[in-house]
């Protein structure tokens, strides 16, 4: 799971008491010094570059976050779900990337970006007409969520339904609001979808039980919002989620595509991390990298969490890898 005040403004603080704070894990550790190093190899230095390519997450050390449809059960018929369904067989992460370039850095509208996506991709044929009737899609206040939810209601209109979409706000106000019907379907995210009604459910101090198994976390998803009269769709491949980057030139030069080989060519004391403040105390950041992976580093440089002062470092040689976003339009 991932911290990004767009995606979750309000819930960070529930989050963060549970010990799954979005960004880099368990609350309660902001400091900013980074645990002691004991990198015994010579690590490999940053190497500036403009483009920068995300290493593969191999062992799973981040949560599932899988773009997937949650809908109010009793408000949402068969066929509008299969319909809403298909918008998430036809993205993966890189086809989530060029959306989010299309209206953060083209500058286009939600609606064209994701007209656009649905004409180039097809994403309208074969699917099947439902009973109709009006269908309110919800959006939060961030342009990721409002392209996915133009998406939902290029399908559900193909479908025969008068789909709207309504941006609603915060995960705080539009839960409620769809477990009332008052909107029909939302795009989410599983593994803070799931950690989200885990702590509605059951309280603040809950084990998690979000993982980095879609399917299972979307079991945990639908067990949990079943008796708030909740389900979720088939979990897309689209992730949007933690994920650690190095510029293509640095890849190139160590041969690295994954964390793994980060850890086996580039541990030790010349590679640099760089992060929002909390990364060096949290499990899903460098904590993380070196429990799951055994990867050192010789120092840790503070940015922003995911934003263009960590991308920057990346891209300027301050830094060998840096914590970003995995939908983040400026990776495509």
């Known amino acids: ?19 799954v704070l979005a960004a880099c894990g368990q609350s309660g550790s902001s400091g900013t010094e980074a645990p002691q190093s004991n990198a015994a190899g010579a690590g490999c230095a940053p ?6 390519v995300v290493l593969t997450d191999d062992k799973k050390l981040q949560n599932a976050d899988n773009v997937v449809a949650v809908y109010n059960t009793k408000s949402v018929a068969p066929e509008a779900v299969a319909a809403v369904d298909k918008v998430g067989a036809a993205l993966d992460t890189t086809k989530l990337i060029a959306l989010n370039k299309a209206t953060d850095i083209d500058r286009k509208s939600s609606v064209q970006a994701a007209q656009e996506f649905a004409t180039a991709s097809g994403l309208t044929n074969g699917i099947a007409k439902g009973s109709g009737g009006a269908i309110k ?11 996915l939810a133009e998406l939902y209601k290029i399908a559900l209109v193909a479908a025969g339904y008068d789909a709207t979409v309504q941006t609603v706000g915060s995960r705080e ?11 029909q379907v939302f795009p989410e995210y599983a593994a803070t979808m799931t950690e989200f009604l885990n702590q ?4 603040k101090s809950a084990a998690p039980k979000a993982t980095g198994d879609v399917d299972a976390t979307v079991k945990a998803l639908n067990e949990l919002g079943g008796p708030l009269g909740l389900s979720a769709g088939k979990p897309s491949a689209a992730q949007d989620q933690n994920a650690f980057a190095v510029t293509k030139a640095f890849a190139d030069k160590n041969g690295v595509k994954t964390l793994s080989d980060f850890a086996a060519k580039c541990s030790g004391t010349a590679s640099i991390l760089t992060g929002p403040p909390e990364c060096p105390q949290r499990p899903f950041c460098q904590l993380g ?11 840790f440089k503070q940015t922003d969490a995911g934003g263009p002062q960590s991308k920057t470092a990346i891209k300027t ?14 990776l495509g």
């Open 47 to 52: 190497v500036a570059g403009e483009q920068l």
């Open 137 to 147: 899609v919800g959006a939060a206040n961030f342009p990721e969520s409002q392209t």
């Open 200 to 203: 509605k459910v059951n309280g």
């Open 317 to 330: 040689g301050a830094a060998s890898l840096g914590l970003v976003f995995s939908s983040d339009g400026s």
């Open 289 to 299: 990298l070196k429990d799951k992976y055994g990867i050192t580093f010789g120092e």
């Open 1 to 19: 799971m991932r911290l990004i005040p767009r995606k979750a403004p309000i819930a960070l603080l529930a989050l963060a008491t549970a010990g």
């Open 173 to 183: 106000v539009y839960e409620p609001a769809l477990e009332r019907g008052e909107v």
